[in-house]
């Protein structure tokens, strides 16, 4: 189902204006090719420099800005989403490769007025401080509910070992994951 969007501000940081004012978003090859992307249940046609990752595709092609770039070498999680319900970090994957697939954002989660429980619980929990790695933690976390991961507060932290977060807000998001799973 495709949420009412948000103002496309409303996930920008200055430090993120910034970062994407230095960085070049796309090779430059001269050749493009044509697909079709499903996000957020909305089909959307890209003509695009091959080469282009999922990520640069959301962000600067589609301006869904809630999906972060930090590292762009898959070692941060910032840019988590959703593949096929399965977690991707979206810095990683070719956006040429995903046609066919169903692609969910935090955009495509839940909005301002119909927040997905797990945004709930950051919010309840104060899960995020900057804020910059939140929407790939609240992406990594909601995807966790539906896979094997043990009950305990350790097994969350290595379940979501691949989303860093460098103002040390672990102990209050796996307290929202918790929640949410009812194991708090
Ligand atoms: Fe993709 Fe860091 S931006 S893992
Ligand atoms: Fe700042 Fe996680 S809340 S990086």
Do not use: W
């Amino acid at each position: 189902m495709h949420h009412t969007a948000s103002p496309p501000d409303t996930y920008d940081t200055l430090e993120e204006k910034n970062h994407r004012a230095n960085a070049t978003s796309s090779p430059a090859s001269g050749v493009t090719i044509s697909f079709e992307l499903n996000v957020n249940g909305t089909i959307h046609t890209l003509s695009l420099d091959p080469r282009t990752t999922l990520l640069d595709a959301l962000r600067e092609h589609l301006h869904l800005t809630g999906t972060k770039k930090g590292c762009d070498h898959g070692q941060c999680g910032a840019c988590t989403v959703h593949v096929n319900g399965r977690r991707v970090n979206a810095c990683l994957s070719l956006a040429g490769t995903h046609e066919g697939d169903a692609i969910t954002t935090i955009e495509g989660l839940g909005g301002v007025d119909s927040l997905h429980p797990m945004q709930a619980a950051f919010v309840e929990c104060d899960g995020y401080q900057c804020g910059y790695c939140t929407s790939g933690q609240i992406m990594s976390a909601v995807a966790l509910l539906g896979e094997p991961v043990g009950p305990h507060d350790a097994d969350v932290r290595e379940a979501m070992s691949g989303n860093l977060c460098r103002c040390g807000a672990y102990q209050n998001i796996v307290a929202a994951i918790q929640c949410v799973r009812g194991k708090a």
